[in-house]
């Protein structure tokens, strides 16, 4: 082989070596960019899952630190919205619990309530609303308010078609049962809700049960009417007798003491309503005050029966009287106590007929000492009992018969104040079986029984 021949082969193989030795160093730098790369998946992964800065590698090309510049800054906005999304859930979680609450608080109010937000759609309506909605409370939300109301007098007061105004622009009107469905009278309030700046907030609808006062108010319009009655009729009859008595139209002593004792009679009338009705005023009122002092028991029931003994004679009730020899000595208002005693039997005489009997009797029990007041009379049905202690109160039945209706409303409270009871049970046509329970810590025990 010739000089310039082994020349040429030399030279290659020193290209050869070059060339493998830089084949072997991109070779070790692309190893170094793979584990580079490896190493900074993971770190990108791990700055996903804790949201931490990315670390770049030493050495590491710039793309590598573009990248995680890049990354870096996606995380930090990631970390401020999920920030803001978490007080974001908070503050949606706090304002579900106020509302939660809220419409708990309004579930157990005695009222139905009805708001919208400013276009008129349900935002809140509570269970005593039902009656007037067409859907179930629940329902309603987000649906537009005159789509939800059944009732056209409640859509109409909505829509400002009602006259009836009230404080602070609110409008109301009252709904018959008939109107709504129920066996109750309601109000329907109707106001206009803005904001601070006179922006319309939303509408506001508040439903009221008014039937204890519409109910109240036709009690008290009955006692006005009965008590001018009571009034007017003892009073006729006294201006009647006295005129004749003026007249001289009474001949002789006989028929004037008759005159006389009438005019007596239907003072006491008017004596004893004009008393109930101070009496039940200062009970409600608050402004009894009881006179307590040593009491005999036996002494105040024998005087209340001695005032209605007459009216049993004149109606030829046969009054039976079964108290025992002896009866405690109480710590009572005797004044009060001896009220209460005379309406109880007083109403048994009113209401027994001719012929009837009254029986009074009494007896101790371990908590209590009962007097027990029963007749033949024409009895209370079912559906009078809960009402017959109530103020003004008379049953249909009994319209007849001269009455105010404040008399066993009294004799409760009177009963009541002195921490006892009176309990009734009854058969109409049959009678009824008054107890007055009084308790056993009214005996005074220095006495006894």
């Known amino acids: 082989m010739g000089m310039a021949s082994m020349a040429t082969v030399v030279g290659l193989g020193v290209i050869a070596l070059v060339l493998a030795a830089l084949l072997a160093a991109v070779l070790v730098r692309l190893g170094q960019y793979r584990r580079m790369a490896s190493q900074f998946a993971r770190g990108v992964q791990e700055a996903i899952q804790t949201r931490r800065a990315l670390p770049v590698p030493l050495g590491a090309p710039p793309a590598f630190r573009q990248a995680a510049d890049e990354l870096d800054g996606v995380l930090e906005e990631t ?18 619990r106020e509302v939660k609450r809220l ?22 309506a509570n269970k005593g609303a039902a009656p007037f909605l067409s859907m179930k409370p629940e329902e309603t939300l987000g649906h537009p ?21 009230g404080a602070r622009g609110v409008r109301s009107i009252e709904l018959a049962p008939e109107a709504t469905g129920t066996q109750e009278h309601y109000a329907v309030f109707h106001s206009h809700a803005r904001w601070k700046n006179e922006e319309t907030a ?36 006294i201006r009647a007798y006295v005129e004749m008595l003026i007249d001289d139209e009474a001949g002789d002593p006989q028929m004037k003491y008759d005159f006389y004792n009438i005019i007596y009679e239907e003072t006491y009338r008017l004596s004893e ?20 002092a040593p009491t005999r028991l036996k002494r105040v029931l024998e005087e209340a029966i001695d005032v209605i003994r007459p009216q049993c004679e004149k109606k030829k009730i046969d009054l039976v009287v079964e108290l025992p020899d002896r009866l405690p000595t109480l710590n009572v208002d005797k004044r009060l106590l001896n009220v209460a005693f005379m309406n109880v039997l007083g ?25 027990a007041v029963r007749d033949t009379g024409m009895g209370i049905s079912a559906e009078d009992m809960p009402k017959i202690f109530d103020k003004f109160y008379r049953a249909p039945t009994s ?3 001269q009455g105010s209706g404040v008399g066993l409303a009294t004799a409760r409270q009177i009963v009541q104040l002195h921490g006892g009871d009176i309990r009734v049970s009854s058969t109409v046509n049959e009678g009824s079986h008054f107890i007055i329970a009084l308790p056993r810590s009214l005996i005074n025990t220095s006495i006894g029984e």
């Open 79 to 96: 970390r401020r919205r999920s920030a803001a999304s978490t007080e974001l859930i908070a503050a949606n979680r706090l304002l579900a």
């Open 103 to 124: 419409t708990t608080l309004l579930d157990a109010a005695n009222e139905g309530v009805v708001a919208t937000d400013a276009t008129l759609k349900v935002v809140l």
């Open 145 to 165: 308010i005159q789509e939800c109301l059944k009732n056209q007098e409640v859509v109409g007061l909505l829509n400002g078609q009602s006259q009836e105004g």
């Open 202 to 237: 939303g509408e506001l609808l508040l439903f009221r049960d008014i039937s204890r006062i519409k109910n109240s108010q036709k009690l008290q319009a009955q006692f006005v009417d009965s008590v001018a009655h009571e009034l007017r009729t003892p009073l006729t009859s």
């Open 273 to 292: 309503l004009i008393d109930n009705l101070l009496n039940i005023s200062m009970l409600e009122g608050g402004t009894a005050k009881l006179d307590i």
């Open 347 to 371: 109403n048994a005489a009113k209401y027994t007929s001719e012929g009837g009997t009254v029986t009074v009797s009494s007896s101790s029990h371990e908590e209590e000492l009962q007097i």
């Open 399 to 401: 319209a007849h018969i």
